[in-house]
Structure formats: structure tokens, C-alpha cells
């Protein structure tokens, strides 16, 4: 009797645990919300040229986001980050100017993203998405995502996080050229 009584514990333990992995990995792999009212209910914080690609870069953050950042706090689980890339053209001066919407990549912070990744790629708790400028989604894979922003672990994963947290402080938005070059985001 004590022995079925073990056995059943056994059982009911290892169905809890795939139960779980199970789930993990349905959460995991569902894309992210589109934020439709991003440009009104969001924060415009960078601007962000990448002259090499002829791209700008408009990118914005949630009011979690920019509360954290406003007191120089690591980002909380509820950060969103929405990053328009638009082709840019020239102004009398040399500067690029956005001209047309391209892309609208979106990243979330939540606790549990990203356990699907190995340790070497996974970028925190942040997950990825693709967007058409309409909000149609394009991609929810991340590896191009996860590959890039791994340079920047020491900034939780974010190229602008040191613009917005200036941004945050003084409600002036940042404008500056990429640091890196090319952008994989087109």
C-alpha cells in the first residue's frame, strides 16, 4: 500500500512538471500584442539614424518603462519598447529625416520570457516581435532579435537605454547616430 502511495506521488510529480514544460512553452511561443496607441500612450524617447543603412529609428517606451528609467531602476516585468524603422532621405544639412515607415519591432519584459532560449542567447525576460507599420504581424521568431542585442547585456539588453534614461529625467527627446554601424533592423 505505501508502495502504490509512492508510486502515485511519483506519477502525479513528473505529470505536474510536463504539465508545466508544456505550458511554458505555449506562453512562450505566442507574440506579443501590438500596442496600437504606441505614438499617443507611449513615450517618444530616441531618435536614432543609421546613416550606412539610410534608416531612422523612432523609438518610444510605456509609462512603466519610463518610470523605472526616470529613477535610474532596472526596467520592471510590463516594459515595452516599440522601435519604428523608416527610410530616410537626406535634409539640407546631411541629416537623415524618417520618410516612410517600414517596420514596428516590439519588445516586452515579463517574467518567464524568453526560457525557451539557451542561456547564451536569451536576452533577460524580453521578447521580440515583428510588425507591418499596419500591425499585421510579420515574425515572432527571435534569433535575429537575440543574436544583436546580446552585445548589450550589460545595458539589460537595450542599445538605448542610457537614452532613455536622459530622456526619462529631462522629457527631451534624444537624437543621435547608431553606434554600430549597420542595422540588422531594416
Known amino acids: 500500500m505505501n508502495f502504490q502511495k509512492w508510486l502515485f506521488r511519483i ?9 508545466s514544460l508544456g505550458l ?17 500612450d507611449f ?8 546613416p550606412n543603412s539610410r534608416i531612422v529609428r523612432q ?19 510590463g516594459s515595452v519598447i516599440v522601435m519604428e524603422t523608416h527610410s530616410a532621405v537626406s535634409d539640407a544639412s546631411g541629416q537623415l529625416k524618417p520618410s516612410r515607415l517600414n517596420n514596428v519591432f516590439i519588445r516586452e519584459k515579463q517574467s518567464g520570457f524568453g526560457i525557451e532560449h539557451s542561456e547564451n542567447l536569451r536576452n533577460g525576460n524580453w521578447k521580440y516581435a515583428w510588425y507591418s ?17 546580446t ?3 550589460d545595458r539589460d539588453y537595450i542599445f538605448t537605454l542610457p537614452d532613455l534614461a536622459i530622456a526619462a529625467q ?3 527627446l534624444q537624437s543621435r547616430p547608431t553606434e554600430f554601424g549597420l542595422s540588422v533592423c531594416n
Do not use: M, W
Not at 511554458?24 to 499617443?40: H, M
Not at 513615450?43 to 543609421?50: I, K, N, P, R
Not at 523609438?59 to 516585468?77: Q, R, V
Open 59 to 77: 523609438i518610444y517606451a510605456n509609462p512603466i518603462a519610463i518610470s523605472a528609467a526616470k529613477e535610474n531602476s532596472p526596467l520592471p516585468d
Open 151 to 153: 552585445r548589450v547585456s
Open 11 to 19: 506519477a502525479l510529480l513528473l505529470f505536474s512538471v510536463v504539465i
Open 43 to 50: 513615450v517618444h524617447y530616441a531618435s536614432v539614424a543609421c
Open 24 to 40: 511554458s512553452r505555449i506562453v512562450a511561443s505566442e507574440s506579443l500584442e501590438f500596442p496600437s496607441n504606441y505614438q499617443q
Open 170 to 172: 529631462t522629457n527631451q
Open 133 to 149: 507599420p499596419t500591425g499585421s504581424l510579420v515574425s515572432s521568431s527571435e534569433g535575429s532579435c537575440l543574436s544583436c542585442h
